[in-house]
């Protein structure tokens, strides 16, 4: 069943239900206890800001606690510099951009533009999953015509299944139609109210060219995104139901 997040209700849920307030500040206890792990896993540095940046903001400002995971460092993502020069920089612009969205980080081991989907690299990624314990994960849709993105999106998918679906699994969107291919949305979130914050995240990746990436795509994306669930801007994801996974 699509489950279309309106104008209305964007405001007071998000991803299908999940309440944005965490808990009563009064009331410790509770609000731990309400309090949701929110693990977003992207291949490269700006995936995760990019694709679901204003999400990430909104569960953060509520108070649940939000995770992004790098896959790699960017190694190769800045033109004339060295895989550790480039990674030391893009290393510093993660920082940045998870302090104006409220993530704590952590980087995985693989190497930008080389990622592998083996069994060795199936069983570390099980094997972070389960040590984050998360409730929900958001990661790379995998049909995408980067490499990255698809190993990034195939490698959650097989921890997803062999953690015995223990979290909820939402794929976000980079750069549909060029990237992501066959993106249909089960699910819509308005940014509206963080739009501004969403974009100062992403412009901490100053390496990256943002006024081309997030200016000529992004910001397109946003708007129709937002156009199909009638507010200003929005961020899609498609959720993998365990009715869909269990078919085989
Ligand atoms: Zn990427």
Not at 47 to 64: F, I, Q
Not at 111 to 140: C, N
Not at 192 to 216: E, P, T, W
């Amino acid at each position: 069943m699509i489950a279309r997040m309106g104008k209305a209700t964007a405001a007071a849920t998000i991803l299908g239900g999940i309440p944005l307030a965490a808990g009563a500040a009064d009331d410790t206890e509770k609000a731990n206890a309400a309090r949701l792990k929110v693990l977003v896993i992207g291949a490269h540095p700006d995936d995760p800001e990019t694709c679901a940046g204003g999400t990430m903001c909104l569960l953060a400002n509520a108070g649940h606690k939000v995770t992004c995971a790098y896959l790699t460092r960017g190694e190769a993502g800045i033109e004339g510099m060295s895989h550790d020069e480039a990674a030391a920089v893009r290393v510093e612009e993660c920082k940045a951009a998870c302090a104006v969205t409220g993530a704590t980080f952590v980087f995985l081991n693989q190497i930008d533009g080389s990622t592998e989907v083996s069994v060795p690299r199936y069983h570390e990624m099980i094997d972070f999953i389960r040590e984050q314990a998360p409730d929900i994960v958001l990661t790379h849709w995998p049909i995408d015509a980067h490499r990255d993105h698809a190993a990034c999106g195939m490698l959650v998918l097989d921890a997803w299944r062999r953690l015995n679906y223990s979290f909820d699994l939402y794929y976000f969107e980079a750069m549909s139609g060029t990237q992501s291919q066959l993106f249909h949305p089960t699910h819509w979130v308005s940014i509206d109210s963080v739009l501004d914050q969403k974009h100062r995240a992403c412009f901490c990746h100053k390496s990256q060219h943002m006024d081309d990436i997030y200016n000529g795509w992004h910001t397109t994306m946003e708007q129709f995104r937002g156009i199909e669930c009638r507010c200003k801007a929005a961020e899609a994801f498609i959720k993998h139901t365990t009715a869909l996974a269990t078919l085989d």
